[in-house]
Nanobody, 124 residues
Framework: QVQLAESGGGLVQAGGSLRLSCAASGGTFSNKAMGWFRQAPGKEREFVAVISGSGVTTYYSDSLKGRFTISRDNTKNIVYLQMNSLEPEDTAVYYC?????????????????WGQGTQVTVSS
């Protein structure tokens, strides 16, 4: 059983930065691809970024325009999402997800475990 705990969300002004963290427990962390997804009020959950088990391969949503960076520390069992130049449209609950395969995929349906989410609010 894998447990995921996100942290680092909060309220920030437009143009600011936040770094989200997701601590994982259970199983071998480096065997799992990890992802970040988000869900805004009234909208479906959407893909943000994913990273392979080794950390070599990453994918991002095209809509992010290079503002976000996903990374992982396999010695600490943590995956990060560095978010820069935040916009009000980035306001959402951000979820960390784990896939019991090393290959990073963009679909939320491919992920087996989910955290509770952390709220990110960007004010204009």
């Amino acid at each position: 059983q894998v447990q995921l705990a996100e942290s680092g969300g909060g309220l920030v002004q437009a143009g600011g930065s936040l770094r989200l963290s997701c601590a994982a427990s259970g199983g071998t962390f480096s065997n799992k691809a990890m992802g970040w997804f988000r869900q805004a009020p009234g909208k479906e959950r959407e893909f943000v970024a994913v990273i392979s088990g080794s950390g070599v391969t990453t994918y991002y949503s095209d809509s992010l325009k290079g503002r976000f960076t996903i990374s992982r520390d396999n010695t600490k069992n943590i995956v990060y999402l560095q978010m820069n130049s935040l916009e009000p449209e980035d306001t959402a609950v951000y979820y960390c997800a784990a896939r019991t395969r090393i290959t990073a995929l963009k679909s939320a349906h491919e992920y087996d475990y989910w955290g509770q989410g952390t709220q990110v609010t960007v004010s204009s």
